[in-house]
Protein backbone atom coordinates (compact mmCIF):
# COMPACT_ATOMS: atom_id res chain seq x y z
CA UNK A 1 0.00 0.00 0.00
CA UNK A 2 2.42 2.31 0.74
CA UNK A 3 3.83 1.68 -2.92
CA UNK A 4 0.69 3.17 -4.12
CA UNK A 5 0.88 6.58 -2.42
CA UNK A 6 4.29 6.87 -3.43
CA UNK A 7 2.89 6.92 -7.31
CA UNK A 8 0.16 8.93 -6.74
CA UNK A 9 2.07 11.92 -4.89
CA UNK A 10 4.39 11.30 -8.05
CA UNK A 11 2.59 11.87 -11.19
CA UNK A 12 1.38 15.12 -9.87
CA UNK A 13 2.31 17.86 -11.38
CA UNK A 14 4.51 21.15 -10.08
CA UNK A 15 2.74 24.24 -9.53
CA UNK A 16 4.40 27.01 -11.78
CA UNK A 17 4.61 30.52 -9.73
CA UNK A 18 3.96 33.35 -11.89
CA UNK A 19 6.31 36.42 -11.15
CA UNK A 20 4.45 39.15 -9.34
CA UNK A 21 3.21 42.62 -10.95
CA UNK A 22 5.55 44.43 -9.05
CA UNK A 23 8.28 43.55 -11.29
CA UNK A 24 6.14 45.38 -13.99
CA UNK A 25 6.01 48.30 -12.05
CA UNK A 26 9.74 48.64 -11.06
CA UNK A 27 10.61 49.08 -14.41
CA UNK A 28 8.68 52.17 -15.32
CA UNK A 29 9.75 55.37 -15.20
CA UNK A 30 8.62 57.59 -12.68
CA UNK A 31 6.70 60.67 -13.43
CA UNK A 32 7.82 63.67 -15.44
CA UNK A 33 6.50 66.45 -14.96
CA UNK A 34 7.99 68.66 -17.75
CA UNK A 35 8.21 65.61 -19.73
CA UNK A 36 4.51 65.17 -19.68
CA UNK A 37 3.18 69.17 -20.65
CA UNK A 38 5.96 68.99 -23.90
CA UNK A 39 4.34 65.70 -25.00
CA UNK A 40 0.86 67.41 -24.65
CA UNK A 41 2.05 70.56 -26.00
CA UNK A 42 3.42 68.55 -29.51
CA UNK A 43 0.00 66.61 -29.39
CA UNK A 44 -1.94 69.65 -29.01
CA UNK A 45 0.06 71.40 -31.92
CA UNK A 46 -0.65 68.69 -34.30
CA UNK A 47 -3.98 68.72 -33.64
CA UNK A 48 -3.70 71.81 -34.45
CA UNK A 49 -1.83 71.58 -37.82
CA UNK A 50 -4.77 68.49 -38.68
CA UNK A 51 -7.50 71.26 -37.53
CA UNK A 52 -6.02 73.64 -40.31
CA UNK A 53 -5.59 71.02 -42.76
CA UNK A 54 -9.26 69.88 -42.44
CA UNK A 55 -10.61 73.72 -42.91
CA UNK A 56 -8.03 73.68 -46.00
CA UNK A 57 -9.53 70.81 -47.81
CA UNK A 58 -12.69 70.92 -46.60
CA UNK A 59 -13.59 73.68 -49.78
CA UNK A 60 -11.38 70.95 -51.84
CA UNK A 61 -14.06 67.94 -51.44
CA UNK A 62 -17.25 69.78 -51.56
CA UNK A 63 -15.56 70.83 -55.75
CA UNK A 64 -14.96 66.96 -55.77
CA UNK A 65 -18.31 66.30 -54.95
CA UNK A 66 -19.85 68.82 -57.25
CA UNK A 67 -17.65 67.88 -60.20
CA UNK A 68 -18.43 63.98 -59.25
CA UNK A 69 -22.35 64.98 -59.85
CA UNK A 70 -21.99 66.82 -62.41
CA UNK A 71 -20.10 63.77 -64.42
CA UNK A 72 -23.23 61.75 -63.46
CA UNK A 73 -26.13 61.08 -65.76
CA UNK A 74 -29.54 62.66 -65.42
CA UNK A 75 -31.22 59.20 -64.99
CA UNK A 76 -28.52 58.82 -61.65
CA UNK A 77 -29.28 62.23 -60.36
CA UNK A 78 -32.67 61.64 -60.12
CA UNK A 79 -32.63 58.42 -59.15
CA UNK A 80 -30.34 59.88 -55.76
CA UNK A 81 -33.19 62.83 -55.78
CA UNK A 82 -36.08 59.52 -55.77
CA UNK A 83 -34.17 57.53 -53.38
CA UNK A 84 -33.74 60.96 -50.81
CA UNK A 85 -37.34 61.72 -51.49
CA UNK A 86 -38.38 58.27 -50.36
CA UNK A 87 -36.43 58.30 -47.50
CA UNK A 88 -38.22 61.36 -46.15
CA UNK A 89 -41.37 59.83 -47.32
CA UNK A 90 -40.86 56.35 -45.17
CA UNK A 91 -39.25 59.19 -42.31
CA UNK A 92 -42.58 61.17 -42.34
CA UNK A 93 -45.08 57.86 -42.42
CA UNK A 94 -43.13 55.99 -39.79
CA UNK A 95 -43.94 59.86 -37.63
CA UNK A 96 -47.36 59.89 -38.35
CA UNK A 97 -47.76 56.00 -37.39
CA UNK A 98 -45.95 56.28 -34.13
CA UNK A 99 -48.41 59.64 -33.16
CA UNK A 100 -51.30 57.72 -33.98
CA UNK A 101 -50.51 54.30 -31.82
CA UNK A 102 -49.36 56.78 -28.83
CA UNK A 103 -52.56 58.32 -29.34
CA UNK A 104 -54.37 55.49 -29.20
CA UNK A 105 -52.25 53.87 -26.39
CA UNK A 106 -54.17 55.34 -23.65
CA UNK A 107 -54.89 52.36 -21.56
CA UNK A 108 -50.91 52.03 -21.57
CA UNK A 109 -49.11 53.28 -18.84
CA UNK A 110 -46.13 54.56 -20.88
CA UNK A 111 -48.03 54.82 -24.50
CA UNK A 112 -44.32 54.79 -26.35
CA UNK A 113 -43.97 50.99 -24.62
CA UNK A 114 -46.43 50.46 -27.11
CA UNK A 115 -44.14 52.69 -30.22
CA UNK A 116 -41.61 50.69 -29.36
CA UNK A 117 -42.86 47.63 -29.92
CA UNK A 118 -45.19 47.50 -32.71
CA UNK A 119 -43.66 47.29 -36.36
CA UNK A 120 -44.77 50.22 -37.66
CA UNK A 121 -44.52 50.02 -41.07
CA UNK A 122 -47.31 47.10 -40.94
CA UNK A 123 -50.02 49.46 -40.18
CA UNK A 124 -50.00 51.57 -43.64
CA UNK A 125 -51.39 50.05 -47.21
CA UNK A 126 -49.67 51.31 -50.37
CA UNK A 127 -51.61 54.64 -50.10
CA UNK A 128 -50.20 55.64 -47.32
CA UNK A 129 -53.75 55.09 -45.22
CA UNK A 130 -52.78 53.74 -41.58
CA UNK A 131 -55.14 51.59 -40.48
CA UNK A 132 -56.34 52.16 -37.04
CA UNK A 133 -58.42 48.95 -36.21
CA UNK A 134 -55.30 47.02 -36.79
CA UNK A 135 -53.32 49.39 -34.32
CA UNK A 136 -56.04 49.13 -31.86
CA UNK A 137 -56.07 44.99 -32.31
CA UNK A 138 -52.74 45.08 -31.98
CA UNK A 139 -52.23 47.19 -29.00
CA UNK A 140 -55.39 45.17 -26.95
CA UNK A 141 -52.89 42.30 -27.92
CA UNK A 142 -50.15 43.40 -26.57
CA UNK A 143 -51.84 44.34 -23.43
CA UNK A 144 -52.46 40.68 -22.97
CA UNK A 145 -49.13 39.71 -23.15
CA UNK A 146 -47.91 42.53 -21.41
CA UNK A 147 -50.51 43.52 -18.96
CA UNK A 148 -47.85 44.99 -16.15
CA UNK A 149 -47.50 48.07 -19.19
CA UNK A 150 -51.71 48.66 -18.67
CA UNK A 151 -52.30 51.88 -16.66
CA UNK A 152 -53.20 51.32 -13.56
CA UNK A 153 -57.03 51.62 -12.50
CA UNK A 154 -57.75 54.25 -9.49
CA UNK A 155 -60.16 51.64 -7.53
CA UNK A 156 -57.27 49.03 -6.79
CA UNK A 157 -54.26 51.81 -6.16
CA UNK A 158 -53.37 53.68 -3.49
CA UNK A 159 -56.10 56.93 -2.24
CA UNK A 160 -54.25 60.22 -2.14
CA UNK A 161 -54.85 61.78 1.24
CA UNK A 162 -57.90 64.45 1.73
CA UNK A 163 -56.78 67.72 3.04
CA UNK A 164 -57.87 68.05 6.61
CA UNK A 165 -59.63 71.59 6.58
CA UNK A 166 -58.98 71.75 10.60
CA UNK A 167 -55.93 72.14 10.31
CA UNK A 168 -53.36 74.93 9.91
CA UNK A 169 -55.28 78.25 11.08
CA UNK A 170 -58.45 77.70 10.07
CA UNK A 171 -58.68 74.63 12.75
CA UNK A 172 -57.89 77.01 15.95
CA UNK A 173 -60.41 79.65 15.55
CA UNK A 174 -58.72 82.59 13.73
CA UNK A 175 -60.16 81.64 10.54
CA UNK A 176 -60.88 84.65 8.00
CA UNK A 177 -64.59 84.60 6.55
CA UNK A 178 -64.79 84.10 3.04
CA UNK A 179 -68.25 85.81 2.25
CA UNK A 180 -66.67 89.48 0.97
CA UNK A 181 -69.84 91.02 3.25
CA UNK A 182 -68.51 89.53 6.53
CA UNK A 183 -64.92 90.83 5.40
CA UNK A 184 -66.08 94.53 4.97
CA UNK A 185 -68.49 94.30 8.06
CA UNK A 186 -65.29 93.37 10.44
CA UNK A 187 -63.57 96.16 8.87
CA UNK A 188 -66.04 98.48 9.68
CA UNK A 189 -66.15 97.48 13.02
CA UNK A 190 -62.73 97.38 13.58
CA UNK A 191 -62.72 101.28 11.98
CA UNK A 192 -65.76 102.02 14.27
CA UNK A 193 -64.11 100.82 17.62
CA UNK A 194 -60.72 102.33 16.67
CA UNK A 195 -62.62 105.68 16.78
Known amino acids: MPE ?10 PQVTEP ?45 QELEDAQKTEA ?22 AS ?25 DEDGVIDTDAI ?3 LADLLKRKPHWARPSDEGGPRRPAPDRTQGSSGNGNRSPSDPAQIFAGLMDQALKGR
Open 100 to 124: KVEALARDFADPEDAVGSLDLTAYV
Open 136 to 138: KEA
Open 76 to 97: ERLNDQLAAARERADKAVRAAV
Open 20 to 64: APEADVAEEEPFDRKRAEAALKKKNSEAENLRKRLKELEPLAKRA
Open 4 to 13: NEETEQSTEE
